[in-house]
């Protein structure tokens, strides 16, 4: 099984900045994509940034571009997520999910962290 864990979330003055982690673990498995995904209340889950583990591609919401930045260091199989000039419409539970395979057997996953907690306050 491979599993997520996230670390970072809290609360933060609007214009603040926050860095959250989220460190893969598992055995015989391979991640190919990578990313950070939101949801606040009575809204629906939405994805913030996503990365290319290989390529270090990258796609971001048009809500977070030239605010947030996701980076990855594929030796630790860990993903970032650089938030900058936070804003209180930014506050929501934020999920770490990977997609890729795991070798043995052979088959697709798609994994999701426990989420963690980002207040933007006025």
């Known amino acids: 099984q491979v599993q997520l864990v996230e670390s970072g979330g809290g609360l933060v003055q609007a214009g603040g900045s926050l860095r959250l982690s989220c460190a893969a673990s598992?055995?015989?498995?391979?991640?190919?994509?990578m990313g950070w995904y939101r949801q606040a209340p009575g809204k629906q889950r939405e994805l913030v940034a996503d990365i290319v583990t290989r390529s270090g591609s990258t796609n971001y919401a048009d809500s977070v571009k030239g605010r947030f930045i996701i980076s990855r260091d594929n030796a630790e199989n860990t993903v970032y997520l650089q938030m900058n000039s936070l804003k209180p419409e930014d506050t929501a539970v934020y999920y770490c999910?990977?997609?890729?395979?795991?070798?043995?057997?052979?088959?697709?996953?798609?994994?999701w962290g426990q989420g963690t907690l980002v207040t933007v306050s006025s």
């Open positions: 999910n990977a997609k890729g395979v795991t070798h043995i057997p052979y088959r697709t996953i798609e994994v």
């Open positions: 598992g055995t015989s498995y391979s991640i190919n994509i």
